[in-house]
Nanobody, 124 residues
């Protein structure tokens, strides 16, 4: 069982930056691939970024590639999402998720554990 708690969301102007954190508690965080997803108002939840167990492999949605960076610190049981050059279309609730499946994973169905989300609002 893994419990996930996101933080770091807020209101930022377009072009600004935010760093989201996801703190994990429970068993063997370092065994889980981690991902970030987001859900904009009136839209379905979508994949943002994922990182492998070791942190050596990452994968991003095309919409955030080059602007967002996912990282993890297994010693601190944490995963991060650095978001730069934010755009109004990045406005959403951001969720972190954990998967026991190996690799870099963009499919939501592969993730077992989810946080409650943190809201990001980007003003134009």
């Amino acid at each position: 069982q893994v419990q996930l708690v996101e933080s770091g969301g807020g209101l930022v102007q377009a072009g600004g930056s935010l760093r989201l954190s996801c703190a994990a508690s429970g068993r063997a965080f370092s065994r889980y691939a981690m991902g970030w997803f987001r859900q904009a108002p009136g839209k379905e939840r979508e994949f943002v970024a994922t990182i492998s167990v070791s942190g050596d492999n990452t994968y991003y949605a095309d919409s955030v590639k080059g602007r967002f960076t996912i990282s993890r610190d297994n010693a601190k049981n944490a995963v991060y999402l650095q978001m730069n050059s934010l755009k109004p279309e990045d406005t959403a609730v951001y969720y972190c998720a954990a998967s026991s499946v190996m690799g870099v994973l963009s499919r939501q169905s592969l993730y077992t554990y989810w946080g409650q989300g943190t809201r990001v609002t980007v003003s134009s």
